[in-house]
């Protein structure tokens, strides 16, 4: 029994050997045992037939390995070059979503190299971003002496010492528009800002964009990032001001945000300014029983002084600048130093569990963003 078994493991290893012979495309003679010449079709000893040799392997080609750094680039470019075709659309007819475009764009350029860009796409970002928010700071406001008609009236007097309505005259302070180009309300521009920036969020995500802090990224791109340039373009996109809404403006509450106040002219009464009487009871045909108040032209109000007439003032909170303050913590970084392992990247010969060997962590105060809106 022994016999048989070693006999069939004989025949086992022999065909085992035989067909790693054959897949490794070598010829062995089946009459001497020798090893054939390469493509021969007898054997250069004993001069018998050879089988069939095995086809050849095929040589393993290495896929190219990609640069994790210039994947980043590419993606980065694609998506500043996507919004800022976006903002290019939108700014005519929507231009609160088309500023909130501008910003994403300028965030997401501090992962490219300096100058990468070589046509004028980097200076339509840094233009966009102004004059965007500029545009929404500006609105056509009602004339306030014509009452928005573009036409006041004239008041004749008559010889009996009454007055009597004349006819229309084209309104002098807005040209005859009826509206004259002025500061936005503040209450106006936040409102503005804030439907913008809600359809800029719903335009993103219908592109499949994940949301990181304050600005979308594509989901390729967001999960290619390092803790470090999570960071980068996270602090890039500005945390709004909890009180002006990054309108940088405040009402002004000496004249309610309108921009005027009661004319302050002793003797004017909604405009018309009446002189003392002489001792003449006579009343002459040109004698004006009442005058136009040469203070306020008629309108009975003027420009606030603590606005100069705009209507707002700086925010306090902020000092005009429409953002919220850098996080002391982090000193408006986004990261610190990881604590469990304490900037070094590994811990007990490992990599660190927190910062995953990048040695960095996001600052807890803010979450990486740079600021706190309060």
Not at 8 to 20: E, F, H, R, S, T
Not at 90 to 111: G, I, S
Not at 141 to 159: Q, Y
Request: aromatic share 4%; glycine share 12%; net charge positive.
């Amino acid at each position: 029994m022994r016999r048989y078994d070693s006999i069939w493991g004989g025949v086992c290893l022999a065909i085992l050997a035989a067909g790693m012979i054959w897949a490794q495309g070598i010829v062995v003679c089946p009459s001497c045992g020798r090893e054939a010449a390469p493509d021969a079709t007898e054997c250069g000893h004993c001069k018998a037939k050879l089988p069939a040799r095995g086809p050849k392997p095929k040589p393993v080609v290495e896929a190219p390995k990609q640069d994790p750094q210039a994947e980043i680039i590419r993606l980065a470019e694609k998506c500043v070059r996507d919004n800022v075709a976006r903002m290019q659309a939108l700014k005519e007819k929507q231009p609160a979503v088309a500023f909130f475009f501008a910003e994403n764009a300028l965030a997401v350029q501090r992962l490219l190299p300096p100058n990468f860009f070589k046509d004028k796409t980097d200076q339509l970002i840094l233009d966009g971003n102004k004059t965007l928010l500029s545009r929404l700071g500006r609105a056509r406001l009602r004339c306030r002496f014509c009452n928005g008609t573009g036409s006041v009236k004239m008041t004749v007097a008559k010889r009996d010492g009454t007055s009597m309505e004349g006819p229309k005259k084209r309104c002098a302070k807005c040209g005859g528009n009826g509206w004259r180009l002025g500061a936005a309300p503040v209450d106006q521009m936040k409102l503005a800002l804030t439907q913008g920036r809600r359809e800029y969020e719903r335009l993103c995500m219908s592109d499949g964009h994940l949301r990181v802090g304050h600005l979308y990224l594509p989901e390729e791109l967001s999960k290619r990032l390092s803790i470090r340039q999570t960071a980068l373009v996270m602090t890039g996109m500005p945390i709004p001001c909890g009180s002006c809404q990054q309108t940088g403006r405040q009402s002004c509450t000496a004249c309610k945000g309108t921009g005027n106040v009661k004319c302050t002219q002793q003797g004017c009464t909604n405009g018309e300014y009446k002189e003392k009487q002489t001792g003449r009871k006579t009343v002459r045909m040109n004698d004006p029983i009442t005058k136009e108040c040469p203070k306020c032209g008629g309108t009975g109000e003027i420009f606030c002084q603590a606005c100069n007439g705009a209507g707002n003032l700086p925010c306090r909170k902020c000092s005009g600048s429409g953002v919220a303050d850098a996080c002391r913590r982090c000193a408006g970084a986004g990261i610190l130093d990881c604590t469990k392992c304490r900037g070094t990247g590994t811990l007990r010969d490992a990599p660190c569990p927190d910062c995953k060997g990048e040695l960095y962590m996001f600052c807890p105060s803010c979450r990486g963003e740079g600021a706190v809106a309060k």
